[in-house]
């Protein structure tokens, strides 16, 4: 990144396991998935040091022109690092981790009287009771505003 010129931009892992990499240019720091990383590192390497020069692209655009996404500058800079033919999306095999366990959820967001669960959380929701009191079921607003209560499982 140092010899792109990104000198002050960071690199880091991420969890996605639906995108390969990500440019996030408030933060000036590129990511890759740490699955689609594990996934073929052995197979093809290749494909992760194209996804990071894509990424890089994003970035050299974002700096030089101001212009995010897969435009006309973007490509110009594809065709600078060395990936000419580059497309806003490649295909890939999938990479998502095989066994996922499911989620285990905690708490819930119940109606007090009837009980009804609304929605379901894994970690406990940061609702004050004076923001749950205004809180409401958007199309149900008469019967859940001020009725709503986080329950633990």
Same mark, same amino acid.
């Given at each position: 990144?140092?010899?792109?010129?990104?000198? $002050?931009?960071? =690199?880091?892992? $991420? %969890?996605? +396991?639906? !995108?390969?990499?990500?440019?996030? /240019?408030?933060? !000036?720091?590129?990511?890759?998935? %740490?699955?689609?990383?594990? %996934?073929? @590192?052995?197979?093809?390497?290749?494909?992760?040091?194209?996804? @990071?020069?894509?990424?890089?692209?994003?970035?050299?655009? /974002?700096?030089?022109?101001?212009? #995010?996404?897969?435009?006309? =500058?973007?490509?110009?800079? &594809?065709?600078?690092?060395?990936?000419?033919?580059?497309?806003? *999306?490649?295909? &890939?095999?999938? =990479?998502?981790?095989?066994? !996922?366990?499911?989620?285990? /959820?905690?708490?819930?967001?119940?109606?007090?009287? #009837?009980?009804?669960? =609304?929605?379901?959380?894994?970690?406990?929701?940061?609702?004050?009771? *004076?923001?749950?009191?205004?809180? /409401?079921? +958007?199309? %149900?607003? $008469?019967?859940?505003?001020?009725?709503? #209560?986080?329950?633990?499982?």
């Amino acid at each position: 990144m140092d010899s792109a010129g990104l000198t $002050d931009w960071c =690199f880091g892992w $991420d %969890r996605a +396991v639906r !995108r390969l990499g990500c440019c996030h /240019y408030a933060k !000036r720091r590129i990511t890759l998935s %740490r699955h689609f990383v594990a %996934r073929f @590192l052995h197979e093809t390497p290749q494909l992760i040091c194209h996804t @990071l020069l894509h990424e890089i692209a994003h970035a050299l655009a /974002y700096i030089h022109c101001k212009e #995010t996404g897969h435009g006309r =500058f973007w490509k110009q800079f &594809c065709a600078q690092l060395g990936i000419p033919n580059e497309k806003a *999306r490649c295909k &890939c095999p999938d =990479f998502a981790p095989q066994h !996922r366990p499911a989620p285990t /959820y905690r708490y819930a967001l119940c109606h007090a009287e #009837t009980g009804e669960v =609304f929605y379901r959380y894994q970690r406990r929701p940061r609702f004050t009771s *004076r923001k749950l009191s205004q809180t /409401y079921i +958007v199309g %149900r607003k $008469d019967e859940t505003l001020g009725m709503l #209560t986080i329950v633990k499982l």
